[in-house]
Nanobody, 125 residues
Framework: QVQFVESGGGLVQPGGSLRLSCAAS????????IAWFRQAPGKEREGVSC????????YYTDSVKGRFTISRDNAENTVYLQMNSLKPEDTAVYYC??????????????????WGQGTQVTVSS
């Protein structure tokens, strides 16, 4: 059974940092690309970052480039999202998942279906 457990969210002030964790089970994380998505109130779920299989190429949506960093620890079967210089517009529930394409990154929602419960990130002064 494929399962994800997201954690590490919380309440921070603008300019602060958080490190999100995505613990995977039911498959070998190293064999797949993994993406982070987020969903803010009243908005559609959107892709935030993705790390590919094999060469580990990373991708980021324009709004987080230079502020967020995605990484993986294959031994722990966990993917991380380091978030720095947080802004109020980063407020959302954050999710991780693997794409149907397995190896290649995508921000298409149709490629995903193993969402965990997500972790809430709130950026507010």
């Amino acid at each position: 059974q494929v399962q994800f457990v997201e954690s590490g969210g919380g309440l921070v002030q603008p300019g602060g940092s958080l490190r999100l964790s995505c613990a995977a089970s039911g498959f070998t994380l190293d064999d797949y690309a993994i993406a982070w998505f987020r969903q803010a109130p009243g908005k559609e779920r959107e892709g935030v970052s993705c790390i590919s299989r094999s060469d580990g190429t990373t991708y980021y949506t324009d709004s987080v480039k230079g502020r967020f960093t995605i990484s993986r620890d294959n031994a722990e079967n966990t993917v991380y999202l380091q978030m720095n210089s947080l802004k109020p517009e980063d407020t959302a529930v954050y999710y991780c998942d693997l794409p149907r394409t397995k190896f290649y990154c995508s921000f298409a929602l149709s490629e995903y279906g193993y969402w965990g419960q997500g972790t809430q990130v709130t950026v507010s002064s």
